[in-house]
């Protein structure tokens, strides 16, 4: 055969798709590991260089043997999203915009406190759930995130920090799934990235720096107590079914009084009994904010060992609400804390990179048309403005 030929057969062959590691769970690779024929420890190996020393080069993986390293660099790789851009705000904030496969970005944002660093990952490309005062749910849907785009997110920020140096201080000390997204409508993925997080031989987080929040999709909220005893945050907003209808559409099939019970559940079912459910109540002037909403909130969670956080709203180009004024904001915070709930008042952070939350939109190519109807609405709006 001459050698022309032989690079024609090569050209003609499909190029194998590599297995990417970086998503793989403590006992996903395991299961890899002994797959391809080597023992299962050797994951507890792959895993401490990928999440501990942010090594994505399995060549360097200097622990395995030579033979071993080549083995896997035929069938798998470390393959991580792409950073586009990362900005800093003068509170100390980053945000950084990444690339998944099919070319849609993300945003992902790094919140600095005096005793923790948060990180707020997306699990979702755009947003299916579509709720009224949320910029993520303006720009449409487009997929789910795999686990390896999701961990990877919390990869990218620990190496920004430099974290993966030896006795380096860990910046990154929480993770709420917050972004982009509804976590539960991608299950099995963000599971899976959860326990990479809290994996001893990976980030080692904490269950309570972990939270995951949702809007409430119910069924998957039951589910969750069984696989994971991650923190929960719930996205309420509204203290009655008529106006969260309006506000988060999924309550139309999960009406409020399911939600809780199941988030009750949820904490139920965890060892300790001290745990506490975050509620997310995002304050709209005029809207959910008066004295009648805040008795409303506390009596509907009286039977809920939670907090309550309240978060003024952030606007976004085109949204339909203002934020509240600051004495509603300290009116629903006291009556609340009249009733003996504990509340805190989310501080807007990341505001001039438009980091806040609800703020975050990303560049998703939108497969509901959502985002198209958005903007021609927009453009409408601002016609009328002009011609006013
Ligand atoms: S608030 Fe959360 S669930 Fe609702 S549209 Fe935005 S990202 Fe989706």
């Given at each position: ?68 390293r080549a083995k896997l660099a035929e069938v798998a790789e470390v393959k991580l999203p792409e950073v586009v851009s990362c900005q800093d705000s003068v509170d100390g904030t980053r945000k950084w915009l990444i690339r998944v ?288």
């Amino acid at each position: 055969m001459s050698p022309k030929s032989a690079v024609n057969i090569t050209d003609d062959q499909p190029q194998q798709v590599k297995t990417n590691l970086l998503g793989f769970s403590a006992s996903r690779l395991g299961d890899f590991m002994e797959g391809i024929g080597e023992k299962r420890f050797r994951a507890t190996q792959v895993i401490k260089w990928i999440h501990q020393m942010g090594e994505c080069d399995l060549h360097e993986m200097s622990n395995l043997s030579k033979d071993l390293r080549a083995k896997l660099a035929e069938v798998a790789e470390v393959k991580l999203p792409e950073v586009v851009s990362c900005q800093d705000s003068v509170d100390g904030t980053r945000k950084w915009l990444i690339r998944v496969d099919g070319g849609s970005c993300i945003e992902m944002v790094y919140i600095p406190e005096r005793d923790r660093g948060t990180l707020c990952v997306s699990s979702q490309i755009g947003c299916a759930l579509d709720c009224s005062f949320c910029a993520t749910g303006k720009q449409g849907f487009n997929r789910d995130l795999t686990a390896a785009e999701i961990i990877g997110q919390l990869w990218i920020a620990a190496n920004s920090f430099e974290q993966f140096a030896p006795k380096a201080k860990r910046r990154v000390t929480n993770v709420v799934m917050m972004g982009m997204g509804e976590p539960l409508m991608n299950f099995d993925n963000v599971v899976d990235a959860m326990s990479i997080m809290l994996e001893d031989n990976a980030y080692g987080l904490s269950k309570r720096r972990v939270t995951l929040s949702t809007a409430g999709v119910v069924p998957q909220l039951d589910k969750l107590g069984d696989v994971s005893d991650v923190s929960l945050a719930i996205s309420l907003h509204a203290p009655n079914d008529e106006l969260r209808n309006q506000l988060v559409p999924i309550n139309r099939k999960y009406p409020l009084a399911q939600f809780i019970e199941s988030a009750k559940n949820y904490i139920e079912k965890m060892p300790d009994n001290r745990r506490k459910v975050t509620v997310e109540y995002t304050l709209m002037d005029q809207i959910n904010d008066r004295s009648v909403h805040a008795r409303e909130l506390a009596v509907l969670l009286k039977d809920l060992p939670c907090k309550v956080n309240l978060i003024p709203f952030n606007a976004f180009p085109g949204s339909d609400y203002k934020r509240v004024t600051n004495t509603a904001l300290d009116r629903f915070r006291d009556i609340l804390m009249a009733e003996g709930y504990t509340v805190t008042v989310r501080t807007t952070r990341g505001d001039d990179i438009a980091a806040a939350c609800g703020q975050l939109a990303g560049e998703v190519n939108d497969r509901t048309k959502r985002q198209a109807r958005y903007k021609k609405r927009l453009s409408e709006v601002q016609t009328l403005n002009i011609t006013d």
